[in-house]
């Protein structure tokens, strides 16, 4: 069956980094669309970025552009999610989720097929 395992998630001070993996089985990561949500306390699950099945279109969410980048390992069967220049508003869960038709970025999650059980990034101030 599929599993989605979120990796990378931890407490760090505004202005720094983390990276989020999501590491895949029972499927290839190479044929289907990825893309990151995020859930903060009290407030409804969010698109934050998204990759195609090629790797050759991402998208961002407005308040993560220029800070985020989403990324794949096919080898590793993984997707990546380098986050710079942390705020204290990206405090959240992080989940991973797939799409089978390949695509980036849909927003609504009815529109993925599969979730990871998430990840805590807190960022402080």
């Known amino acids: 069956q599929v599993q989605l395992v979120e990796t990378g998630g931890g407490l760090v001070q505004a202005g720094g980094s983390l990276r989020l993996s999501c590491a895949a089985s029972?499927?290839?990561?190479?044929?289907?669309?990825v893309a990151w949500f995020r859930q903060a306390p009290g407030k409804e699950r969010e698109f934050v970025a998204g990759?195609?099945?090629?790797?050759?279109?991402?998208t961002y969410a407005d308040p993560v552009k220029g800070r985020f980048a989403i990324s794949k390992d096919n080898a590793k069967n993984t997707v990546y999610l380098q986050m710079t220049s942390l705020k204290p508003e990206d405090t959240a869960v992080y989940y991973c989720?797939?799409?089978?038709?390949?695509?980036?970025?849909?927003?609504?999650?009815?529109?993925?097929?599969?979730w990871g059980q998430g990840t805590q990034v807190t960022v402080s101030s």
């Open positions: 989720a797939v799409n089978r038709r390949g695509v980036a970025g849909p927003a609504r999650e009815n529109e993925y097929d599969a």
């Open positions: 029972g499927l290839t990561v190479s044929t289907i669309g």
């Open positions: 990759i195609n099945w090629s790797g050759s279109r991402t």
